[in-house]
């Protein structure tokens, strides 16, 4: 295996301990994996070659742990982050598992269950940021609905702009380094879930009281889930400055949340994804959100999650190789060539470039006769994607 697709700190991959600790469980059949203790599961990640691990709460320390068990384990934790080196860049509260959140967390119709959602949220910012958490993501898997005669749409997003808005002011009451991710899905495990998309996200989070400390957490298989283009979603987002954090994956169109492992499934898409990264200098973390086949045992894990980073390795490489070939760089000099004829009606708005404008005249007929090159663009990008070239 050559060494230059070996991770290492700089490129930032990290895990969840429910990625790696995944035990295969789903809807129709039981584990297939022991469980892992979240210190099996550093040392698993160090093995790899992972920089960073994140959780959920209960990830970590059980739901019911006294608080002598949560200090014993948090201890534990730390004393195996200190062994690898791993740190923890983002970490995350669980409103989905318990019963409790069966009709979501801070959108729940019981206000007993949604201050328990604050509660629980309080303390395992808490908890994030001692392990050095920077980034807080929130995934509202339960916030939505199965018929739409439970929960009134409008009231469910003014519930969680309240919840959001009072978790702000306490991580700056708390003077935290901390910032909000928000995740969007569309649906799974709720029949419809709120703000199903990083757009809604967008949309949404300029409605808060602080803005400026909410961004997003966009995940590849959520936006393939509903039909979109994922890098058009973190495009927006990045060109908004608000691209905090990113769960990679892999995911087909039309099907439950696969969560596979990154460039499984859609290469072109994905090798697209990870040149907008590179090329933009994005720096947060690479996050794999994703876990092995169910045909896996631990063995396998360290293969999907190797994998994962592997892929996002090669995927660097052949940006940088698109980025450099001679054919594609004059293709697209040509492609956004400027003659710098309409130079006059460029920029802002003024009476006299608008009354020009309308006064010129285009070669519509030839304009539309033009011939794109596209086809061989995509046909180099394919050949460098199939190392033919
Ligand atoms: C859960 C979900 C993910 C979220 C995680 C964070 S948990 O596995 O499917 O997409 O990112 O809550
Ligand atoms: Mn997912
Ligand atoms: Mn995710």
New binding site residues.
């Given amino acids: 295996m050559s060494d230059r697709y070996q991770p290492k700190p700089e490129h930032k991959f990290s895990f969840?301990l429910?990625t790696v600790g995944s035990v295969g469980r789903d809807p129709f059949g039981e584990p297939v994996r022991e469980r892992l203790s979240p210190v099996d599961l550093v040392y698993l990640l160090a093995e790899v070659g992972a920089w960073g691990v994140n959780f959920?709460d209960n990830d970590l320390v059980p739901i019911d742990a006294t608080p002598a068990e949560r200090d014993r384990i948090v201890a534990d934790f730390k004393k195996a982050l200190r062994d690898t080196g791993l740190v923890v860049p983002m970490a995350?509260t669980?409103l989905f598992s318990d019963p409790v959140f069966k009709d979501g967390a801070f959108t729940s119709n019981d206000p007993r269950v949604r201050a328990y959602a604050l509660q629980k949220t309080m303390r395992a910012i808490d908890l994030g940021v001692e392990l050095g958490a920077k980034i807080y993501?929130f995934?509202g898997?339960r916030e939505g609905v199965e018929t739409d005669a439970a929960k009134n749409p409008v009231e469910a997003l003014k519930r969680m702009r309240e919840a959001l808005n009072f978790l702000c002011e306490y991580v700056i009451d708390q003077g935290y380094d901390l910032k909000f991710a928000l995740?969007a899905?569309p649906n799974e495990p709720r029949g419809d879930i709120y703000l199903a998309t990083t757009g809604h996200m967008l949309a949404f989070i300029e409605t808060l009281d602080h803005p400026e400390m909410v961004g997003v957490?966009p995940?590849v298989?959520?936006e393939h889930m509903a039909g979109l283009n994922f890098l058009h979603a973190i495009a927006q987002a990045w060109e908004a400055g608000k691209l905090f954090h990113i769960?990679l994956n892999d995911q087909a169109f039309g099907r439950y949340?696969q969560?596979f492992r990154f460039g499984s499934w859609n290469l072109k898409s994905a090798f697209f994804l990870v040149k907008f990264l590179e090329d933009v200098g994005y720096e947060g973390p690479r996050h794999f959100?994703a876990h092995a086949y169910r045909t896996e045992d631990y063995e396998g894990v360290k293969e999907f999650a190797r994998g994962c980073m592997r892929t996002y390795l090669i995927l660097k490489e052949k940006a940088e190789q698109w980025n450099s070939d001679p054919e594609i760089r004059a293709l697209l000099e040509e492609i956004n060539a400027d003659d710098g004829s309409t130079d006059m009606f460029k920029g802002r708005y003024t009476p006299e470039k608008a009354a020009a404008l309308k006064m010129a005249s285009f070669d519509r007929v030839a304009l539309g006769k033009r011939g794109l090159a596209y086809e061989r663009l995509d046909q180099l990008t394919i050949e460098i994607l199939l190392g033919v070239r």
Avoid: C
């Fill in positions: 969840g429910w959920h995350t669980n993501v995934w898997g995740e899905k957490n995940e298989a959520h769960d949340d969560d959100d």
